[in-house]
């Protein structure tokens, strides 16, 4: 369930879009602001404090990235990009300039509102107890330990440093680049068989079917997101 106070900004030219999610988001107990422009969405960003932000990129004055990014030079409110466009490459620039997920129209909204929980529970994670759990997995990121079906599981040193970004970020989709940066670090942006080496022994470890991910799920062509049960 979604707290009442919540307020969402949605950010989108068509107005078909805007109603649909009007209607949608009030249902759920979302107080909705609109703006259909990049600049209309900075200005309300001000003069609402949205909890959250649903940023459409094709708009009239400028794009949905560049809207990102200055809201990023000031503010970590959530962003969940909502677009027509598929294309890898759009996926990849929105989430590395600072959005917090990605959703390509027609989209489900049960799906969408399970990505704004996931992104919301982020944003209160700093005050929690730093015990991540997800179905039978659990990380004691003050211990360092890692357990799976209550067994401690023996992580590599370059393991458990990807296994603490992912939950620093759970539920959020992280692009390779992003994963290679915050665990590598700088220089090592293109090395994706690496990651996708370590991503495979960590599953290893840590999933009841490696074959089946639940936990580390990926996302096609853009990265990987650990995933949050609701």
């Known amino acids: 369930m979604i707290d009442s106070e919540l307020r969402v900004l949605v950010v989108d030219d068509e107005a078909a879009i805007r109603r649909f999610l009007h209607a949608a988001l009030t249902a759920h107990n979302f107080q909705v602001f609109e703006a259909t422009t990049g600049q209309d969405a900075l200005s309300g960003v001000i003069a609402h404090r949205p909890d959250i932000v649903i940023l459409d990129l094709g708009l009239p004055d400028m794009d949905g990235i560049e809207v990102t990014?200055?809201?990023?030079?000031?503010?970590?409110?959530?962003?969940?990009?909502?677009?027509?466009?598929e294309h890898e490459q759009d996926k990849v620039a929105a989430l590395d300039a600072g959005a917090d997920d990605y959703l390509t129209k027609p989209f489900g909204i049960g799906e969408l509102l399970a990505r704004m929980r996931a992104a919301m529970r982020r944003i209160s994670a700093p005050g929690a107890v730093p015990i991540f759990i997800s179905g039978e997995l659990q990380v004691d990121l003050t211990r360092r330990i890692v357990t799976l079906k209550e067994q401690e599981v023996q992580l590599t040193p370059t393991e458990y440093d990807l296994l603490r970004v992912l939950v620093t970020h759970a539920g959020k989709v992280l692009t390779h680049h992003q994963l290679l940066r915050e665990v590598w670090g700088v220089g090592y942006e293109k090395e994706t068989h690496m990651l996708r080496v370590n991503i495979s022994n960590l599953r290893h470890k840590i999933e009841s079917d490696p074959t089946r991910p639940r936990c580390v799920l990926t996302e096609p062509g853009v990265g990987y997101r650990l995933r949050v049960d609701s």
């Open 69 to 85: 990014r200055r809201l990023r030079e000031w503010s970590k409110i959530p962003i969940i990009i909502l677009s027509v466009r």
